[in-house]
T-cell receptor
Framework: GENVEQHPSTLSVQEGDSAVIKCTYS??????FPWYKQELGKGPQLIID?????GEKKDQRIAVTLNKTAKHFSLHITETQPEDSAVYFC???????????FGTGTRLLVSP | NAGVTQTPKFRVLKTGQSMTLLCAQD?????MYWYRQDPGMGLRLIHY???????AKGEVPDGYNVSRLKKQNFLLGLESAAPSQTSVYFC???????????FGPGTRLTVT
């Protein structure tokens, strides 16, 4: 089955810096890659996603890149703000039923 | 809309006791899921349902049972709780046509 690895497990940056979180997946048939943000005491919430027919997708300060050949994808956050502090999860799934396999999470801390 | 709600928010059980976690969604979603979240392990799928009256096993189903008698509700049961089931449990739901999963706020369960 699919296996998703996520690095780093923790990431500390200064406000205004960029942050990058990386994930690798094992199943070449996976073609949908979302990123979820989990704030303290809440459930995860989708922030951006990418499909295998696209190499990059941006939404304001957030971008995701996908390298299907290498089977890895990354989340990029620019101009980080304290409210970006949270745990971020990557995930992967195939078309059809949307059974997501999650990475182990990255705790991002943005210091003022 | 309340979105996805979970009951209870916290619970402490003794080994061998039973309990049921309730998930309710008011978005008319067909698909519903139960995950557990443990430190360093991300979110792992326990059971899921693709429609009223249907359930299926996920990645870690042992020790749990589920029922989907009504489209808006998805129940997770622990028949004989074990300390290894200490975790935070999240319910989620989604449309068949969309990969985005909407998560509830979670239930923190401790088994002593």
């Amino acid at each position: 089955g699919e296996n998703v690895e996520q690095h780093p497990s923790t990431l500390s940056v200064q406000e205004g810096d960029s942050a990058v979180i990386k994930c690798t997946y094992s199943d070449s048939a996976s073609n949908y890659f979302p990123w979820y943000k989990q704030e303290l005491g809440k459930g995860p919430q989708l922030i951006i996603d990418i499909r295998s027919n696209v190499g990059e997708k941006k939404d304001q300060r957030i971008a995701v890149t996908l390298n299907k050949t290498a089977k890895h994808f990354s989340l990029h956050i620019t101009e980080t703000q304290p409210e970006d502090s949270a745990v971020y999860f990557c995930a992967a799934s195939k078309t059809g039923f949307q059974k997501l396999v999650f990475g182990t999470g990255t705790r991002l801390l943005v210091s003022p | 809309n309340a979105g996805v709600t979970q009951t209870p928010k916290f619970r402490v059980l003794k080994t061998g006791q039973s309990m049921t976690l309730l998930c309710a969604q008011d978005m008319n979603h067909e698909y519903m899921y139960w995950y557990r979240q443990d430190p360093g392990m991300g979110l792992r799928l326990i059971h899921y349902s693709v429609g009223e009256g249907t359930t299926a096993k996920g990645e870690v189903p042992d020790g749990y049972n589920v029922s989907r008698l009504k489209k808006q509700n998805f129940l997770l049961g622990l028949e004989s709780a074990a300390p290894s089931q200490t975790s935070v449990y999240f319910c989620a739901s989604s449309y068949p046509s969309s990969h985005e999963q909407y998560f509830g706020p979670g239930t923190r369960l401790t088994v002593t």
